[in-house]
């Protein structure tokens, strides 16, 4: 057994900077956003509205379109416009058309007069309200200018995002291919969650839990199934991912036990960039990259290796891995975000590394008030569990009393208060 790492410990910014360096969006591909499901899909162009909305002056309510001029007189309703309607025709002084939301307004009309202020009987309109110039009625280019940037690359689809693109007729839009994440386990100890377990076997929640995260950061998946500590057939998954993935995540194997055998074969297939981090939960936690050939993919395959314990892997996955991911596919905004936040309850920092305890935050009494998920085991999976940001603790000897203020990552949906 090997007493020292031969890998430096690197600072978490120096990790996250090694693996930035090596990323680059991947490809892209035209899809239908409209029908097929595109959220979560990154924006590979800048989309433009070509006309103005509304392209001509709309009724923003049911009523009459009128001269705002004649003030409280009455006018003679001549016409109706409903939506759709092109009306080919005038709205001179004393008369008024009867118009819908959402009809043009009618030349020579400046104001539309809701119909709740209005009586009209035998074709006479009566107005209870002096109009104004303007009220009630939709300019052009009030909602879209003509030409503007409605999406910029980079933008992830959500609802808001494809009724955008609805709106100014883009259905075929350029977006990021999504990257293929394939994820081995690795343990002799490690079993298939549905079979059965032997005596001291784990049941594998790495393995599904990644490719959970992998996919909720809009990666597409391939499981490379479990690996045993041999080096035989841990080299045959990672040279099957080399075929298949973008990215491999390994879970296991990279700590300092006689058959712990991802580093060493990450070395010999390829560069390992880092192989331990001044960071808890997952200071093993290496980053490395395997080159192939250009024409049969363009970029290296990129590589995780996790550690095993189920909180440290998903931890490692978060901080380092989802930003790479969502890089990877042309997010302009690929971190979450950092905020400071007040401890509700007291909680102890590592003595010698930064840690990323995991809370549940929610907006108390004016503030962001953030509560532990009680004990920080790494394999603890229950305390991720509701858990929607990561306090960044210090490093350090002294406990952090309730009160205190930290800075912590968003991962989730703010809590309810008090849950
Ligand atoms: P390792 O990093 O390989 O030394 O694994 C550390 C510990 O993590 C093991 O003793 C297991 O208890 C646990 N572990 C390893 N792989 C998995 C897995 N795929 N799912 C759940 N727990 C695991
Ligand atoms: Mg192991």
Redesign the pocket.
């Known amino acids: 057994m090997q007493r020292e790492s031969p890998y430096p410990m690197v600072l978490i910014d120096e990790a996250q900077r090694l693996i930035t360096a090596h990323i680059a969006p991947l490809g892209v591909e035209v899809i239908d956003v409209l029908r097929e499901a595109a959220e979560g899909r990154v924006l590979a162009e800048d989309i433009y509205g070509v006309e103005p909305l509304p392209d001509v002056p709309k009724a923003a309510v049911d009523g009459y379109a009128l001269r705002s001029a004649d003030g409280v007189a009455p006018r003679r309703v001549i016409a109706e416009v409903t939506a759709g309607a092109t009306p080919g025709l005038r709205v001179e002084s004393a008369t008024a058309v009867r118009i819908m939301t959402g009809a043009p307004v009618p030349d020579g009309a400046d104001a539309v007069i809701m119909v709740e202020h209005t009586e009209e009987r035998d074709s006479i309109l009566l107005v209870q309200r002096t109009p104004r110039a303007g009220d009630n009625i939709h300019t052009i280019g009030q909602d879209i200018a003509a030409g503007q940037l409605v999406l910029a690359r980079g933008t992830t689809l959500g609802a808001a995002e494809i009724g955008l693109l609805a709106t100014v007729g883009h259905a075929r839009a350029m977006v990021y291919r999504r990257p293929v994440v394939a994820v081995l386990?690795?343990?002799d100890?490690?079993y298939e969650p549905d079979g059965t377990v032997f005596p001291g076997g784990?049941?594998?929640?790495?393995?599904y839990a990644l490719m959970a995260a992998a996919r909720e950061a809009g990666c597409l998946t391939l499981s490379l199934g479990i690996a045993r500590d041999d080096a035989h057939v841990q080299r045959a998954a990672i040279l099957e991912a080399l075929d298949r993935a973008d990215v491999l995540l390994t879970?296991?194997?990279?700590?300092m036990?006689t058959r712990?055998l991802i580093k060493p074969l990450l070395a010999e297939l390829g560069t390992v960039h880092f192989g331990r981090i001044a960071f808890k939960p997952g200071k093993p936690t290496t980053f490395a990259t395997i080159d192939r050939p250009a024409s049969a993919h363009p970029s290296p395959l990129l590589v995780f290796g996790l550690?095993?314990?189920?909180v440290s892997s998903l931890v490692s996955f978060e901080v380092f891995v989802r930003p790479a991911l969502r890089r990877l596919q042309g997010d302009a905004r690929p971190e979450r975000p950092q905020v400071r936040v007040t401890l509700r309850d007291p909680i102890r920092p590592s003595p010698d590394r930064p840690e990323y305890q995991r809370a549940v935050v929610s907006w108390e009494e004016g503030r962001l008030a953030a509560r532990s998920t009680g004990r920080q085991g790494s394999?603890r999976l229950l305390s991720m569990l509701g858990a929607n940001a990561l306090l960044i603790v210090p490093a350090g000897a002294e406990p952090y009393p309730a009160g205190a203020e930290l800075e912590a990552l968003i991962t989730g949906p703010l809590a309810l208060p008090g849950t």
């Open positions: 386990a690795t343990g100890e490690v784990v049941r594998d929640s790495n393995r879970s296991g194997g990279v700590s036990g712990d550690p095993g314990f189920p394999s």
